[in-house]
């Protein structure tokens, strides 16, 4: 747990925009605490009064509709907010990683020197990319990656400066669906191996549940349901318990299913997720 503190100021912001409400980022050795956080842009509340605690080692899904505010939640956890008015307290590690939904290689490095960028130790990201299933690519150029390999290196870059927090925005949203369920694998089997607490935004209710240990929803700038998902891993879709958690999950999103399976969400596309095969 934190022994040492320093004090982040996303205050700037709070100053830029007049609103007077400083809001202060205490970040330290230890999970993620938030309260009473808010965040706004031009004057309208985003997060408003979020209360949060995940303990060290927890890996917690982030649902909640597009505009909810699930990537202002994770920007302002990750301290890439200075520029946001808000205010609150949040207390996250010292050490984190963030992954998005686009792995942001540089395109004029070799995938090793991507993954050791600003970090020493070769032999480190030798053992990172063969963790991710990327042996042998050391030298290849992020040109050359498919976009499930370049997810997979970008995890190997995480992963080498041994987060106690991943943060991961919609991280495989960009994936085929075959794909994606190798990465759900991968990502569940790093963070048996490394333990870090896990922050995943993720539209995809089956995504949040076959991976999770906890699934929140956001609604109205707050956290609206708290799941425990308590069934052993690997998960299977085909598990009915798990079926009763997304039924859960998507009625506090607003969307119904009907009895052929097909979804409904006012205003919404369908969730490809729902539909997803069974990856067992
Ligand atoms: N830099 C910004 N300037 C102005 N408005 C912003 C900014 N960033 C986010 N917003 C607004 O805040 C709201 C929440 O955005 P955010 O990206 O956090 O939602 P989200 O739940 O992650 O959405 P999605 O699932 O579509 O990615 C949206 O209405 C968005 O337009």
Do not use: C
Request: no cysteine.
């Amino acid at each position: 747990m934190a022994t040492h503190t320093e004090q982040l100021t996303a205050a700037g912001a709070a100053t830029a925009t007049g609103t007077g409400s400083a809001a202060t980022a205490t970040v330290e050795r230890s999970a993620v605490r938030l309260r009473g956080l808010t965040r706004s842009f031009e004057g309208r509340a985003v997060l408003d009064g979020v209360d949060l605690d995940i303990p060290a080692g927890q890996f917690v899904a982030l649902l909640g509709h597009s505009g909810s505010g699930k990537s202002t939640l994770l920007r302002a956890v990750a301290g890439l907010d200075h520029e946001v008015a808000g205010s609150g307290e949040l207390t996250a590690p010292q050490r984190v990683s963030v992954v998005f939904q686009d792995s942001r290689l540089l395109p004029w490095r070799r995938v090793l020197d991507n993954v050791l960028l600003g970090t020493e130790g070769e032999e480190k990201g030798r053992a990172a990319l063969a963790e991710v299933g990327l042996k042998g690519r050391e030298r290849a150029w992020p040109n050359e990656l498919s976009g499930g390999e370049a997810q997979r290196a970008a995890l190997a870059r995480s992963l080498v400066r041994e987060p106690e927090l991943l943060l991961a925005d919609e991280p495989f949203g960009a994936l085929d669906a075959l794909t994606r369920i190798r990465m759900h694998a991968l990502l569940r089997e790093l963070w048996e191996r490394h333990r870090p607490s896990v922050l995943l935004v993720t539209h995809d209710v089956d995504e949040a549940i076959v991976l999770a240990d906890r699934v929140l929803v956001l609604e109205h700038g707050r956290i609206g349901l708290d799941l425990t998902i308590d069934r052993p891993h690997p998960r299977s879709y085909r598990d009915p318990l798990l079926g009763e958690y997304r039924e859960r999950l998507l009625a506090a999103l607003g969307v119904t299913e009907d009895p052929e399976g097909a979804v409904e969400a006012p205003g919404r596309a369908p969730s490809p997720a729902v539909t997803a095969a069974d990856h067992q």
